[in-house]
């Protein structure tokens, strides 16, 4: 049976992450307290955000830039968008 967490993006209980994602406190918040699917969904816009907003990950604002957005995210707070981007039809 997998394990569930109380999303704090969906504010319910939700399956959960089989490990932390990064190391340190940051990486186990986000295991106590995110559910794979939020971090599923956080992975597609952050990769959406990287690419139309052509981020250089080398960069540190950049870096910095990404975190904040994640934490907004996570938390079920506006977050930033890309501009323009329209999704592929199908």
């Keep these: 049976?997998?394990?569930?967490?109380?999303?704090?993006?969906?504010?319910?209980e939700?399956?959960?992450l089989d490990k932390p994602p990064y190391p340190g406190p940051k990486g186990?918040?986000?295991?106590?307290?995110?559910?794979a699917q939020a971090w599923q969904e956080?992975?597609?816009?952050?990769?959406m955000?990287?690419?139309e907003k052509q981020l250089n990950m080398m960069d540190a604002e950049s870096r910095k830039y990404l975190q904040e957005e994640m934490g907004k995210f996570l938390a079920g707070e506006d977050y930033d968008q890309a501009e323009g981007y329209v999704p592929p039809s199908e």
Excluded at 1 to 12: G, I, L, S
Excluded at 28 to 35: A, C, H, M, R
Excluded at 42 to 47: G, K, M
């Design 28 to 35: 186990q918040d986000i295991y106590d307290n995110v559910s």
């Design 14 to 16: 939700m399956e959960g």
């Design 42 to 47: 956080w992975q597609a816009h952050q990769t």
């Design 49 to 51: 955000l990287i690419n």
């Design 1 to 12: 049976m997998p394990r569930t967490v109380f999303c704090k993006k969906y504010q319910t």
